[in-house]
């Protein structure tokens, strides 16, 4: 069974404390790795997608690793509009299109 | 362009009543999915389409439970009878492609609460 295990469940940063968020995963043949980010009240919101090991993704001041067991969103130098949580989901192979969620990472930015 | 719509936003219902929930795909998308998230499963996959036919409902937790995708524009989620525990936020998302590498985009979400 696929298995997704998201670290912490919960991060309060001070603005500009950079930090990482863990995904470690359990797959039968991976087929993509997902970051989407949630804020309350609303749906997930698509971030990126990684295929393989060694792969890197960056948008702003995030940026998304991938290594044959775990995933890494690293957040440098977080502002308050960067609260949220933080969702991370596999895709398997022989598992046509269905993804397997985390529970999340709540990340709360300070001033 | 208009992402995912689902209605209704929220819907108070009792115990024993039936819930139906409502669903646009994006346009252009051939893959849509529900999904119900709770405090302590977290997002949980229900069911998927793929060109309007039910592909995988092992997510589905019991016959109370039905969907339905009758064309590429429409697709519901039925609980008949609703019980308290089936209290959640119900998203829906879809997807373009064929070949697994496609990025599911989720609606805002219907917030069901049962009494």
């Known amino acids: 069974e696929d298995q997704v295990t998201q670290s912490p469940e919960a991060l309060r940063l001070q603005e500009g404390e950079s930090s990482s968020l863990n995904c470690s995963y359990t797959v039968s043949g991976l087929r993509g790795l997902f970051w989407y980010r949630q804020d309350p009240g609303k749906g997930p919101e698509f971030l990126f997608t990684l295929y393989s090991a060694g792969e890197e993704k960056e948008k702003e001041r995030l940026k998304a690793t991938l290594t044959k067991k775990e995933s890494f969103l690293h957040i440098t130098a977080p502002k308050p509009e960067d609260s949220a949580t933080y969702l991370c989901?596999?895709?398997?192979?022989?598992?046509?299109?269905?993804?397997?969620f985390g529970t999340g990472t709540q990340l709360k930015v300070e001033l | 362009d208009a992402g995912v719509i689902q209605s209704p936003r929220h819907e108070v219902t009792e115990m024993g009543q039936e819930v139906t929930l409502r669903c646009k795909p994006i346009?252009?998308?051939?893959?849509l999915f529900w999904y119900r998230q709770t405090m302590m499963r977290g997002l949980e996959l229900l069911i998927y389409?793929?060109?309007?036919?039910?592909?995988?409902d092992s997510g589905m937790p019991e016959d109370r439970f039905s969907a339905k995708m009758p064309n590429a524009s429409f697709s519901t989620l039925k609980i008949q009878p609703s019980e308290p525990r089936d209290s959640a936020v119900y998203f829906c998302?879809?997807?373009?492609?064929?070949?697994?590498?496609?990025?599911?985009?989720f609606g805002p979400g219907t917030r069901l609460l049962v009494l």
């Open positions: 998302a879809s997807s373009k492609g064929g070949d697994g590498q496609e990025t599911q985009y």
């Open positions: 389409f793929n060109n309007n036919v039910p592909i995988d």
């Open positions: 989901a596999v895709r398997a192979g022989g598992g046509g299109n269905k993804l397997t």
């Open positions: 346009s252009g998308h051939n893959s």
